[in-house]
């Protein structure tokens, strides 16, 4: 079975664009988190979709949004990037069933660089 | 609200040593799960253990060990014998029934074995 996939791996941007990454899920999972890491902060909790529905979402700007399809996939999307949206952004997605028990996988991630 | 602490920052060894990974969390839920995840330098987090708060049975796989104590609410892990590919950035989590699939992540041990 495919695991999580994320693309793209690598991305440099300016301050000020915008930028859409992708995940696609490991097949039959409906649910998909998305995760900050930056060496200051960690690994932050940003949203979960399950079902194309947002069904969570963490302590970040509006800036950051995301969205589900029909098939699981998700996108998230960073507008007006700042000099500190640099860090490794991880999908990780699991079955979505009951609340907090499942196991999370996780992409390889993507390495947003912003000048 | 829910915290995980690893206060160890990093941990140098030498192969074939015993190693132990400190893990501490806080949550006001009753039913929660706790997970182990091993970040080599590739940057994939590989999901290694989950266990739910009913369940303080330790736990042996290979080489890997986890302690689960209630009592001090604490989930530590050991590498018996470690060898060099155990090196990377270990991370405890935590997922509470409330918050559907979102992990709380402590700070990560950096593990360094050396030859």
């Known amino acids: 079975k495919a695991g999580v996939t994320q693309t793209p791996r690598y991305l440099i941007k300016t301050r000020g664009q915008q930028v859409t990454l992708s995940c696609s899920p490991i097949s039959g999972h409906r649910s998909v988190s998305w995760y900050q890491q930056t060496p200051g902060q960690g690994l932050q909790f940003l949203f979960e979709y399950f079902s194309e529905t947002q069904r969570n979402k963490g302590n970040f700007p509006g800036r950051f949004s995301g969205r589900q399809f029909s098939n699981s996939r998700s996108e998230m999307n960073v507008s007006t990037l700042e000099l500190g949206d640099s860090a490794l952004y991880l999908c990780?997605?699991?079955?979505?069933?009951?609340?907090?028990?499942?196991?999370?996988?996780f992409g390889p991630g993507t390495r947003l660089l912003v000048l | 609200a829910q915290k995980v602490t690893q206060a160890q920052t990093e941990i140098s060894v030498v192969e074939k040593e015993d190693v132990t990974l400190d893990c501490v969390y806080e949550?006001?839920?009753?039913?929660?799960?706790l997970f182990w995840y091993k970040q080599p330098p590739s940057g994939e987090l590989v999901f290694l253990i989950r266990?739910?708060?009913?369940?303080?049975q330790n736990e042996i796989s290979g080489r890997y060990s986890w302690n689960f104590q209630k009592s001090t609410s604490s989930f530590n892990f050991t590498i018996t014998a470690s060898q060099v590919v155990d090196s990377a950035v270990y991370f405890c989590a935590l997922s509470e029934v409330s918050g559907y699939s979102t992990l709380t992540f402590g700070k990560g041990t950096m593990l360094l074995v050396s030859p």
């Open positions: 990780a997605s699991s079955l979505g069933g009951l609340a907090g028990q499942e196991t999370q996988y």
């Open positions: 266990r739910n708060s009913f369940d303080e």
């Open positions: 949550t006001r839920d009753t039913t929660y799960y």
